[in-house]
């Protein structure tokens, strides 16, 4: 069994910071990639960072060189700082691991959210 654990969400004024962590644990052969999704309320989910095990990032044009993500591979953790931040980016950020588990099943798994709120 494979769990996410994200931490570091909360309240932040505009133009502050914030970092948020999440952390893979279980059954875990090896992370192809993780990132960050977030949830505003009456949208989709959407892509906001995400980072391969080689360290090749993507970034949503929105968060493009305000948010910044990074991983630690030994310890299955990813990070994202996030600074300048604007009031839309208010939503539920969720920890995401694409991976093969130790007995080699492919998957798609996701943490429960933290939630992400910039005050005007």
């Known amino acids: 069994q494979v769990q996410l654990v994200e931490s570091g969400g909360g309240l932040v004024q505009a133009g502050g910071s914030l970092r948020l962590s999440c952390a893979a644990s279980?059954?875990?052969?090896?992370?192809?990639?993780m990132g960050w999704y977030r949830q505003a309320p009456g949208k989709q989910r959407e892509l906001v960072a995400s980072m391969t095990s080689g360290h090749s990032t993507n970034y949503a044009d929105s968060v493009q060189g305000r948010f910044n993500i990074s991983r630690h591979n030994a310890e299955n953790a990813v990070y994202l700082q996030m600074n300048k931040q604007k009031p839309e980016d208010t939503a539920v950020y969720y920890c995401?691991?694409?991976?093969?588990?130790?007995?080699?099943?492919?998957?798609?798994?996701w943490g429960r959210g933290t939630q992400v709120t910039v005050s005007s």
């Open positions: 279980g059954s875990i052969l090896s992370i192809v990639d």
């Open positions: 995401s691991a694409r991976l093969y588990t130790a007995v080699g099943d492919w998957g798609n798994y």
